[in-house]
């Protein structure tokens, strides 16, 4: 048997597509969503949102915020300006070999 789950939150009467946008970053990662990843929520519902769809712009933004690192992680997170991280701390090679079993799950 499939498991259902419903999306039911509901934008708060008179809400601003900001203001929504602001609640559910609360909600799912806790504030930290960052700059960027709020403008690409926006600007994927706000057609929706402005013409008065405001159940399926807030379903799409529920759907892209799971999508986040922000609501992956318990953490700080540091924010990626696209510029490659510098690799500190490592002056010489291992001295042994080793081995890392690395688990992903997508669902």
């Known amino acids: 048997k499939k498991g259902q789950g419903y999306l039911t939150y509901s934008?708060?009467?008179?809400?601003?597509?900001?203001e929504a946008i602001?609640?559910?970053?609360?909600?799912?990662?806790?504030?930290?969503?960052?700059?960027?990843n709020r403008g690409i929520i926006r600007n994927a519902i706000e057609?929706?949102?402005?013409s008065g769809?405001?159940?399926?712009?807030?379903?799409?933004?529920?759907?892209?915020?799971?999508?986040?690192?922000?609501?992956?992680?318990?953490?700080?997170l540091h924010s990626n300006?696209?510029?490659?991280r510098?690799?500190?701390?490592?002056t010489e090679l291992p001295s042994h070999s080793y081995k890392s079993v690395v688990f992903f799950f997508m669902g």
């Open 47 to 50: 057609n929706e949102y402005n």
């Open 86 to 90: 510098q690799m500190e701390g490592y």
């Open 81 to 84: 300006t696209g510029v490659p």
């Open 22 to 36: 602001d609640d559910l970053a609360l909600m799912l990662t806790a504030g930290r969503l960052s700059t960027t």
């Open 53 to 76: 769809d405001k159940s399926k712009a807030i379903r799409i933004a529920q759907q892209l915020f799971l999508a986040t690192p922000e609501f992956h992680t318990w953490g700080s």
């Open 11 to 18: 934008v708060p009467t008179g809400a601003t597509i900001d």
